[in-house]
Protein backbone atom coordinates (compact mmCIF):
# COMPACT_ATOMS: atom_id res chain seq x y z
CA UNK A 1 0.00 0.00 0.00
CA UNK A 2 1.51 3.41 -0.91
CA UNK A 3 0.99 6.41 0.59
CA UNK A 4 -0.02 8.42 -2.97
CA UNK A 5 1.85 11.31 -0.87
CA UNK A 6 2.61 13.81 -3.94
CA UNK A 7 6.33 14.65 -3.62
CA UNK A 8 9.34 15.10 -6.20
CA UNK A 9 11.99 12.73 -5.52
CA UNK A 10 15.88 13.79 -6.25
CA UNK A 11 16.51 11.53 -9.33
CA UNK A 12 19.53 10.68 -11.12
CA UNK A 13 18.04 12.95 -13.79
CA UNK A 14 17.64 15.98 -11.60
CA UNK A 15 21.71 16.41 -12.23
CA UNK A 16 22.22 18.41 -8.87
CA UNK A 17 25.36 17.52 -7.19
CA UNK A 18 24.78 18.77 -3.90
CA UNK A 19 28.38 19.23 -2.61
CA UNK A 20 28.98 21.71 -5.76
CA UNK A 21 25.30 23.25 -4.95
CA UNK A 22 26.65 24.03 -1.54
CA UNK A 23 29.65 25.93 -2.43
CA UNK A 24 27.65 28.10 -5.16
CA UNK A 25 25.09 28.99 -2.31
CA UNK A 26 27.97 30.66 -0.49
CA UNK A 27 26.99 33.99 -2.86
CA UNK A 28 23.62 34.02 -0.76
CA UNK A 29 25.10 33.95 2.98
CA UNK A 30 25.86 37.75 3.83
CA UNK A 31 22.81 39.34 5.55
CA UNK A 32 21.47 42.78 4.95
CA UNK A 33 21.70 44.86 8.39
CA UNK A 34 18.69 47.60 7.59
CA UNK A 35 17.14 44.45 6.16
CA UNK A 36 17.27 42.19 9.30
CA UNK A 37 16.04 45.21 11.31
CA UNK A 38 13.14 45.87 9.05
CA UNK A 39 11.93 42.39 8.88
CA UNK A 40 11.93 42.57 12.64
CA UNK A 41 10.04 45.61 13.12
CA UNK A 42 7.56 44.51 11.18
CA UNK A 43 6.91 41.34 12.88
CA UNK A 44 7.37 42.36 16.76
CA UNK A 45 5.57 45.67 16.26
CA UNK A 46 2.45 44.28 14.80
CA UNK A 47 2.73 40.93 17.24
CA UNK A 48 2.27 43.59 20.49
CA UNK A 49 -0.03 45.76 19.23
CA UNK A 50 -2.45 42.53 18.16
CA UNK A 51 -1.50 41.05 21.99
CA UNK A 52 -2.74 44.35 23.69
CA UNK A 53 -5.82 44.61 21.34
CA UNK A 54 -6.92 41.21 22.25
CA UNK A 55 -6.44 41.91 26.11
CA UNK A 56 -8.64 45.21 25.22
CA UNK A 57 -10.72 42.54 23.23
CA UNK A 58 -11.66 40.18 25.90
CA UNK A 59 -14.20 43.30 27.61
CA UNK A 60 -16.09 43.60 24.34
CA UNK A 61 -16.28 39.59 24.25
CA UNK A 62 -13.91 36.67 24.58
CA UNK A 63 -14.75 35.44 21.12
CA UNK A 64 -13.69 38.75 19.10
CA UNK A 65 -10.13 38.24 21.07
CA UNK A 66 -10.09 34.82 20.80
CA UNK A 67 -10.71 35.42 16.49
CA UNK A 68 -7.37 37.48 16.41
CA UNK A 69 -5.98 34.17 17.75
CA UNK A 70 -4.26 32.75 14.83
CA UNK A 71 -2.98 35.92 13.35
CA UNK A 72 -1.02 37.00 16.31
CA UNK A 73 0.24 32.82 16.71
CA UNK A 74 1.27 33.24 13.18
CA UNK A 75 3.76 36.87 14.23
CA UNK A 76 4.69 34.70 17.42
CA UNK A 77 5.81 31.72 14.70
CA UNK A 78 7.76 34.48 12.53
CA UNK A 79 9.72 36.27 15.73
CA UNK A 80 10.95 32.13 16.43
CA UNK A 81 11.83 31.79 12.60
CA UNK A 82 13.74 35.23 13.33
CA UNK A 83 15.45 33.32 16.33
CA UNK A 84 15.68 30.78 14.64
CA UNK A 85 18.16 32.51 12.09
CA UNK A 86 20.04 34.44 14.72
CA UNK A 87 21.12 30.60 16.02
CA UNK A 88 22.36 30.01 12.63
CA UNK A 89 24.29 33.39 12.76
CA UNK A 90 22.56 34.55 9.39
CA UNK A 91 20.15 37.88 11.21
CA UNK A 92 22.93 39.53 11.28
CA UNK A 93 26.62 39.69 10.48
CA UNK A 94 28.12 39.67 14.01
CA UNK A 95 28.08 36.35 16.32
CA UNK A 96 27.18 38.32 19.77
CA UNK A 97 24.52 40.52 17.76
CA UNK A 98 22.72 37.30 16.74
CA UNK A 99 23.03 35.80 20.06
CA UNK A 100 21.75 38.81 22.20
CA UNK A 101 18.77 38.97 19.09
CA UNK A 102 17.96 35.73 19.57
CA UNK A 103 17.75 35.51 23.44
CA UNK A 104 15.69 38.67 23.58
CA UNK A 105 13.32 36.44 20.67
CA UNK A 106 13.11 33.54 23.37
CA UNK A 107 11.43 35.50 25.68
CA UNK A 108 8.53 36.07 23.53
CA UNK A 109 8.25 32.60 22.13
CA UNK A 110 9.41 31.24 25.75
CA UNK A 111 12.46 29.15 23.84
CA UNK A 112 15.50 29.51 25.64
CA UNK A 113 18.04 30.45 23.10
CA UNK A 114 21.17 28.96 24.22
CA UNK A 115 19.37 25.35 24.71
CA UNK A 116 17.35 25.43 22.35
CA UNK A 117 20.47 26.95 19.45
CA UNK A 118 22.92 24.15 20.85
CA UNK A 119 20.24 20.90 20.18
CA UNK A 120 19.20 22.97 16.63
CA UNK A 121 22.87 22.70 16.04
CA UNK A 122 22.97 19.12 16.15
CA UNK A 123 20.25 18.15 14.56
CA UNK A 124 21.53 20.09 11.41
CA UNK A 125 24.71 18.00 11.94
CA UNK A 126 23.56 14.92 12.13
CA UNK A 127 20.03 15.01 9.68
CA UNK A 128 19.65 11.56 8.22
CA UNK A 129 22.29 9.45 9.95
CA UNK A 130 20.50 6.87 11.33
CA UNK A 131 23.15 6.63 14.21
CA UNK A 132 23.01 9.82 15.70
CA UNK A 133 18.77 10.13 15.97
CA UNK A 134 17.46 12.30 18.61
CA UNK A 135 18.82 15.78 18.72
CA UNK A 136 15.94 17.96 18.14
CA UNK A 137 14.47 15.62 15.92
CA UNK A 138 10.89 13.80 15.54
CA UNK A 139 11.83 10.29 17.25
CA UNK A 140 11.87 8.01 14.14
CA UNK A 141 12.32 4.09 14.37
CA UNK A 142 12.98 1.34 11.48
CA UNK A 143 10.61 -1.11 10.94
CA UNK A 144 13.04 -3.84 12.47
CA UNK A 145 13.43 -1.67 15.34
CA UNK A 146 10.14 -1.30 15.70
CA UNK A 147 9.00 -5.06 15.20
CA UNK A 148 12.06 -5.79 17.90
CA UNK A 149 10.39 -3.37 20.52
CA UNK A 150 7.79 -4.85 23.44
CA UNK A 151 4.21 -4.26 22.89
CA UNK A 152 4.38 -1.56 25.30
CA UNK A 153 6.94 0.35 23.61
CA UNK A 154 4.64 0.04 20.53
CA UNK A 155 1.91 1.62 22.00
CA UNK A 156 4.04 4.50 23.05
CA UNK A 157 5.64 4.98 19.85
CA UNK A 158 2.45 4.25 18.35
CA UNK A 159 1.06 6.80 20.67
CA UNK A 160 3.90 9.46 20.12
CA UNK A 161 3.55 9.50 16.44
CA UNK A 162 -0.41 10.11 16.68
CA UNK A 163 -1.23 13.30 14.85
CA UNK A 164 -2.92 14.13 17.93
CA UNK A 165 0.78 14.12 20.44
CA UNK A 166 2.06 15.41 17.44
CA UNK A 167 0.02 18.95 17.15
CA UNK A 168 -2.02 18.78 20.38
CA UNK A 169 -0.23 17.48 23.35
CA UNK A 170 3.23 17.60 21.76
CA UNK A 171 3.85 21.42 21.70
CA UNK A 172 1.68 22.25 24.69
CA UNK A 173 4.70 20.08 26.64
CA UNK A 174 7.34 21.30 24.99
CA UNK A 175 6.86 24.94 25.34
CA UNK A 176 4.85 24.89 28.23
CA UNK A 177 6.99 22.39 30.45
CA UNK A 178 10.32 21.40 28.80
CA UNK A 179 11.87 24.56 27.74
CA UNK A 180 11.75 26.00 31.51
CA UNK A 181 14.44 23.65 32.53
CA UNK A 182 17.48 22.91 30.19
CA UNK A 183 16.27 19.64 29.39
CA UNK A 184 19.10 17.66 27.43
CA UNK A 185 21.38 19.82 28.74
CA UNK A 186 21.74 19.78 32.48
CA UNK A 187 25.13 18.46 32.77
CA UNK A 188 26.86 20.38 29.90
CA UNK A 189 27.35 23.91 32.68
CA UNK A 190 25.42 26.80 33.86
CA UNK A 191 25.30 28.32 31.00
CA UNK A 192 22.13 26.49 29.77
CA UNK A 193 20.90 26.82 33.03
CA UNK A 194 21.12 30.63 32.96
CA UNK A 195 19.40 30.87 29.53
CA UNK A 196 16.17 28.48 30.68
CA UNK A 197 15.80 30.32 34.19
CA UNK A 198 16.65 33.56 32.71
CA UNK A 199 14.07 33.24 29.48
CA UNK A 200 11.81 32.43 32.30
CA UNK A 201 11.87 35.38 34.31
CA UNK A 202 12.32 37.67 31.83
CA UNK A 203 8.92 36.26 30.03
CA UNK A 204 7.20 36.29 33.95
CA UNK A 205 8.38 40.29 34.47
CA UNK A 206 6.96 41.21 30.73
CA UNK A 207 3.59 38.98 31.37
CA UNK A 208 3.49 40.90 34.27
CA UNK A 209 2.37 43.89 32.79
CA UNK A 210 -0.41 43.03 31.15
CA UNK A 211 -1.56 40.88 34.21
CA UNK A 212 -1.65 44.31 36.59
CA UNK A 213 -3.66 45.72 34.19
CA UNK A 214 -6.23 43.18 33.10
CA UNK A 215 -5.71 40.47 35.56
CA UNK A 216 -3.61 37.02 35.06
CA UNK A 217 -6.89 34.98 33.73
CA UNK A 218 -7.48 37.68 30.96
CA UNK A 219 -3.76 37.42 30.24
CA UNK A 220 -3.60 33.95 30.27
CA UNK A 221 -6.90 33.40 28.04
CA UNK A 222 -4.71 35.80 25.44
CA UNK A 223 -1.59 34.41 25.61
CA UNK A 224 -1.84 30.50 25.77
CA UNK A 225 -3.80 30.27 23.21
CA UNK A 226 -1.66 32.41 20.98
CA UNK A 227 1.39 30.60 22.16
CA UNK A 228 -0.10 26.57 21.35
CA UNK A 229 -1.30 28.09 17.91
CA UNK A 230 1.84 29.30 17.04
CA UNK A 231 3.47 26.00 18.20
CA UNK A 232 0.91 23.68 16.84
CA UNK A 233 1.84 25.67 13.52
CA UNK A 234 5.20 25.64 13.63
CA UNK A 235 5.47 21.32 14.97
CA UNK A 236 3.65 21.03 12.12
CA UNK A 237 6.36 22.59 9.78
CA UNK A 238 8.92 21.06 11.30
CA UNK A 239 7.32 17.98 11.16
CA UNK A 240 7.30 17.85 6.90
CA UNK A 241 10.29 19.13 6.52
CA UNK A 242 11.63 15.97 7.17
CA UNK A 243 9.43 13.48 7.34
CA UNK A 244 7.89 12.68 4.39
CA UNK A 245 7.79 9.57 2.10
CA UNK A 246 11.06 9.83 0.17
CA UNK A 247 12.85 11.06 2.92
CA UNK A 248 17.10 10.38 3.01
CA UNK A 249 18.26 8.17 5.73
CA UNK A 250 21.44 6.36 6.06
CA UNK A 251 24.11 4.30 8.25
CA UNK A 252 26.59 6.25 9.54
CA UNK A 253 29.52 4.70 7.04
CA UNK A 254 27.16 5.52 4.12
CA UNK A 255 26.20 9.23 5.43
CA UNK A 256 26.72 12.58 3.56
CA UNK A 257 25.96 15.47 5.12
CA UNK A 258 25.46 17.38 1.43
CA UNK A 259 23.65 14.75 0.23
CA UNK A 260 21.12 14.16 3.59
CA UNK A 261 20.90 17.78 3.70
CA UNK A 262 19.09 18.13 0.39
CA UNK A 263 17.50 14.94 -0.31
CA UNK A 264 16.09 14.45 3.01
CA UNK A 265 14.34 17.69 3.40
CA UNK A 266 11.43 19.19 1.31
CA UNK A 267 10.61 22.46 -0.41
CA UNK A 268 7.11 23.30 1.61
CA UNK A 269 5.56 25.61 -1.70
CA UNK A 270 3.11 27.70 0.16
CA UNK A 271 1.03 30.14 -0.62
CA UNK A 272 2.50 33.73 -0.73
CA UNK A 273 0.88 35.61 2.96
CA UNK A 274 1.95 32.07 4.35
CA UNK A 275 5.63 31.90 3.06
CA UNK A 276 5.76 35.48 4.40
CA UNK A 277 4.53 34.53 8.17
CA UNK A 278 7.03 31.21 7.91
CA UNK A 279 10.18 33.05 7.16
CA UNK A 280 10.20 30.97 3.83
CA UNK A 281 11.52 28.07 5.73
CA UNK A 282 9.59 25.57 3.82
CA UNK A 283 12.47 26.05 1.12
CA UNK A 284 13.89 23.42 3.89
CA UNK A 285 16.12 21.51 1.57
CA UNK A 286 17.91 24.58 0.56
CA UNK A 287 18.36 25.83 4.38
CA UNK A 288 19.77 22.76 5.53
CA UNK A 289 22.73 22.58 2.60
CA UNK A 290 23.22 26.19 3.40
CA UNK A 291 21.89 26.89 6.92
CA UNK A 292 23.78 30.77 7.28
CA UNK A 293 21.72 31.99 4.34
CA UNK A 294 19.42 34.56 5.71
CA UNK A 295 15.26 33.80 5.59
CA UNK A 296 14.31 36.61 3.30
CA UNK A 297 16.89 35.64 0.72
CA UNK A 298 15.76 32.00 0.21
CA UNK A 299 13.43 32.42 -2.48
CA UNK A 300 16.69 34.08 -4.32
CA UNK A 301 18.06 30.77 -4.47
CA UNK A 302 14.93 29.67 -5.97
CA UNK A 303 15.20 32.01 -8.72
CA UNK A 304 18.69 30.92 -9.49
CA UNK A 305 18.54 27.34 -9.22
CA UNK A 306 14.88 26.08 -10.69
CA UNK A 307 15.76 22.83 -10.29
CA UNK A 308 15.22 22.89 -6.48
CA UNK A 309 11.49 24.21 -7.00
CA UNK A 310 10.22 20.69 -8.10
CA UNK A 311 12.79 18.65 -5.66
CA UNK A 312 10.85 16.96 -2.50
CA UNK A 313 7.84 19.29 -3.01
CA UNK A 314 4.60 19.73 -0.66
CA UNK A 315 1.81 21.85 -0.47
CA UNK A 316 -0.04 22.52 2.53
CA UNK A 317 -2.74 20.70 1.35
CA UNK A 318 -0.63 17.73 0.68
CA UNK A 319 1.94 17.82 3.81
CA UNK A 320 -0.83 16.28 6.21
CA UNK A 321 -0.89 12.88 4.02
CA UNK A 322 2.52 12.49 5.71
CA UNK A 323 1.46 12.15 9.17
CA UNK A 324 0.08 8.78 8.65
CA UNK A 325 4.37 8.11 7.57
CA UNK A 326 5.73 6.27 10.86
CA UNK A 327 8.67 4.30 10.00
CA UNK A 328 11.68 3.87 8.06
CA UNK A 329 11.47 0.77 5.63
CA UNK A 330 15.76 0.63 4.94
CA UNK A 331 14.94 -2.11 2.12
CA UNK A 332 12.59 0.05 0.10
CA UNK A 333 14.25 3.48 1.68
CA UNK A 334 11.43 4.63 2.23
CA UNK A 335 9.15 6.10 5.08
CA UNK A 336 5.75 3.73 5.71
CA UNK A 337 2.91 3.58 7.18
CA UNK A 338 2.02 1.09 10.46
CA UNK A 339 0.14 -0.76 8.11
CA UNK A 340 2.50 -0.94 5.65
CA UNK A 341 4.93 -2.32 8.11
CA UNK A 342 2.76 -5.12 8.94
CA UNK A 343 2.43 -6.24 5.62
CA UNK A 344 5.73 -6.33 5.01
CA UNK A 345 5.80 -8.18 8.43
CA UNK A 346 3.50 -10.32 6.92
Known sequence: MNTSTPTQPLSDDAHIDPKRLMRDLQTFRDPSPARSYW?????????LALFAGMIVAVN????????LTPLAGLFLLRLFIIQHDCGHGAFLRSR??????????????????????????RHHAATGNL????????DTLTVREFSEKSRLQKFGYRLYRHPITLLGFGPAYLFLLRHRLPVGHMREGWKFWISALG??????????????????????AVFLPTLLFAASTGVWLFYIQHQFEHAHWDAKQDWSFAEAALKGSTHLDLPPVLRWFTGNIGIHHVHHLSSTIPFYRLPEV?????????????TARNSLGAFRLALW??????MVTFREAKQLAA
Not at 329 to 334: G, S
Open 60 to 67: AGYWLALA
Open 39 to 47: ELAITILPF
Open 302 to 314: LKAHPALHDLNRY
Open 329 to 334: DEEQRR
Open 131 to 138: DKRGYGDV
Open 96 to 121: KGNDWFGRAMGVFTLTPYDCWSQSHA
Open 199 to 220: TNLVTLAILAVPVWFAGFGVTA
